[in-house]
């Protein structure tokens, strides 16, 4: 197993537990690769700080914070959903109507709540597959992030775009993804 993943061996274990769907348990949704963040990797986030958090705005990949928080905990459940409990909504692929292109954005949206020129149900739902690939369901889009990183208001922090991409030409090390629950 560890040869056909390609996954560190200290990441078997979580890996093993959180590729099926973590019921009610939060935790991050993070990138196997740490890239240019040895120290916490990248997960995915809410722009913002709980009390002022931007749920109007995109999502995005920053460092992984050392717990869990309203603004980067989810659930993924046995219908696909990558929601975040606290806010009680989910990740969205910004289509229109029921399509989404290689580039979209992804985006909070209420959890099965169509909308005009918006038909969630096929723009929520989430595959995760054995090499830690996030496809978007019935589709071949799978979650990545930016080649790039910049710094947030702190120095320390670093945060990069979070969107959907073409699976086939996706780089493995920004698109293969594991939901951990920190210590």
Not at 7 to 12: S, Y
Not at 54 to 82: E, M, Q
Not at 114 to 125: I, R
Not at 151 to 161: C, G, N, Q, V
Request: charged share 20%; net charge negative; proline share 5%.
């Amino acid at each position: 197993m560890k040869q056909q993943l390609g996954l560190p061996f200290w990441l078997l274990p979580i890996f093993m537990f959180s590729a099926q769907a973590l019921g009610d348990q939060a935790g991050h949704l993070r990138l196997i690769d740490s890239l240019d963040r040895p120290q916490d990797g990248y997960c995915v986030d809410v722009v913002g700080t709980p009390g002022s958090l931007r749920t109007d705005l995109p999502l995005f990949a920053h460092n992984c914070k050392p717990r869990l928080t309203s603004d980067s905990a989810v659930v993924f459940d046995t219908k696909g959903y990558i929601q975040f409990k606290d806010l009680d909504l989910c990740m969205t692929v910004a289509g229109i109507n029921s399509v989404a292109l290689p580039g979209t954005a992804v985006v909070l949206h209420r959890c099965g709540v169509n909308s005009a020129f918006f038909e969630t149900a096929k723009l929520q739902s989430f595959d995760l597959e054995d090499d830690g690939r996030l496809l978007l369901k019935n589709t071949n889009l799978c979650l990545a992030v930016g080649a790039q990183s910049a710094t947030t208001y702190s120095p320390s922090d670093k945060w990069r775009t979070l969107f959907v991409e073409d699976c086939g030409i996706a780089s493995p090390a920004l698109s293969r993804w594991v939901f951990s629950v920190p210590d």
